[in-house]
């Protein structure tokens, strides 16, 4: 059982910033591509971003030039580094790792709003 540890939602205002970690086992973090996904109420699970094991990334263009995806190896973690946060950022935050099959974290919320 591959299991998923998230951190660092919260209620923040606009224009905030935060930082979501995703803490993931070491046996397989390394050759794993991580994504943070989010799903606001009523709407279907979205792609935010994802790094590859090599460090290629890519992000959703809604949020493009405001968050940052990273990963320490050493750590076994994944990172969202969140800035400008707008109200439509709100939602529940889920990490996922891909290793020949696809895993989740329990979800963290984060809350926009002044």
């Known amino acids: 059982q591959v299991q998923l540890v998230e951190s660092g939602g919260g209620l923040v205002q606009p224009g905030g910033s935060l930082k979501l970690s995703c803490a993931a086992p070491g046996s397989i973090f390394g050759s794993a591509a991580m994504s943070w996904y989010r799903q606001a109420p009523g709407k279907q699970r979205e792609l935010v971003a994802t790094?590859?094991?090599?460090?290629?990334?890519r992000y959703a263009d809604s949020v493009k030039g405001r968050f940052a995806i990273s990963r320490d190896n050493a750590k076994n973690t994944v990172y969202l580094q969140m800035n400008s946060l707008k109200p439509e950022d709100t939602g529940v935050y889920y990490c996922?790792?891909?290793?020949?099959?696809?895993?989740w974290g329990q979800g963290t919320q984060v809350t926009v709003s002044s």
């Open positions: 790094i590859t094991s090599g460090g290629y990334t």
């Open positions: 996922k790792l891909r290793y020949i099959a696809d895993y």
